[in-house]
T-cell receptor
C-alpha cells in the first residue's frame, strides 16, 4: 500500500541546535516533494520544494534532501529558534502532480 | 502575494443544518482549488479538487451530495456541508494553485466546523 511516514513523536531540541525531520514514502514515485509548516489552528504554509533530480535544496536556515533510492527526504533547520516550533508536513505529488498527498507531520518544539 | 482567505474561520451549527464555507484567492487567479479536512493530530485528507467552471472531482469515500463544491470563478470556491452531523465536525482547509506555478499550493487559514 502507499504510505507517507513522518515521525509521529514530537521532536524536542535546544535553541541553536539543528533540527532534523524525516519523511519516508512507500509505493510512490514522486516527481517532487514539498515541505510545509503548520501552526495550531492554521493552514499549512509552503516552505520548500525539491525535485526528483535534485539532491539538496536550501533556503536561509532550511535544507532539504531527497533520496529517491531510499525513498526518503530529510528536512533540516539550522540554528533553530523557539519561533520554529510548529508541525512540519511533508507532501508529495501523486497522479502526475494533480494531487498532493500529505504526511501526518512531525511536531517540533524548540526550547530557549 | 498569493494570499488565500477562508470565511468563516469558525462556525458552530446544529445537526441537520447546512453550512457554507468560502475560499478566495485574493491576489491571483486560481486555476485549481482543493478542499481538505483535518482531524486533530492527523494528516490533511484531500476531499475534492475543483477547477473553475467544471464539476469537482471527489476523492474515494467522499460523498459529493453531502459536500457540495462550487467553483464559479477563478477566485472563489465554496464548500457546502449539507445536513451536517457531529461526525462532520473537523478543520476544513482550502488551497489554490496559481496559473503558471503548477506545483506550489497556497493554503487558506482553515475553518473550524463544530456540529452540535
Amino acid at each position: 500500500s502507499q504510505k507517507i511516514e513522518q515521525n509521529s513523536e514530537a521532536l524536542n531540541i535546544q535553541e541553536g541546535k539543528t533540527a532534523t525531520l524525516t519523511c519516508n514514502y512507500t509505493n510512490y514515485s514522486p516527481a517532487y516533494l514539498q515541505w510545509y509548516r503548520q501552526d495550531p489552528g492554521r493552514g499549512p504554509v509552503f516552505l520548500l520544494l525539491i525535485r526528483e533530480n535534485e539532491k539538496e535544496k536550501r533556503k536561509e536556515r532550511l535544507k532539504v534532501t531527497f533520496d529517491t533510492t531510499l525513498k526518503q527526504s530529510l528536512f533540516h533547520i539550522t540554528a533553530s529558534q523557539p519561533a520554529d516550533s510548529a508541525t512540519y508536513l511533508c507532501a508529495l505529488d501523486d497522479t502526475g502532480g494533480f494531487k498532493t498527498i500529505f504526511g501526518a507531520g512531525t511536531r517540533l518544539f524548540v526550547k530557549a | 502575494g498569493a494570499v488565500v482567505s477562508q470565511h468563516p474561520s469558525w462556525v458552530i451549527c446544529k445537526s441537520g443544518t447546512s453550512v457554507k464555507i468560502e475560499c478566495r484567492s485574493l491576489d491571483f487567479q486560481a486555476t485549481t482549488m482543493f478542499w481538505y479536512r483535518q482531524f486533530p493530530k492527523q494528516s490533511l485528507m484531500l476531499m475534492a479538487t475543483s477547477n473553475e467552471g467544471s464539476k469537482a472531482t471527489y476523492e474515494q469515500g467522499v460523498e459529493k451530495d453531502k459536500f457540495l463544491i462550487n467553483h464559479a470563478s477563478l477566485t472563489l470556491s465554496t464548500l457546502t456541508v449539507t445536513s451536517a452531523h457531529p461526525e462532520d465536525s473537523s478543520f476544513y482547509i482550502c488551497s489554490a494553485k496559481q496559473a503558471g506555478l503548477a506545483n506550489e499550493q497556497f493554503f487558506g487559514p482553515g475553518t473550524r466546523l463544530t456540529v452540535l
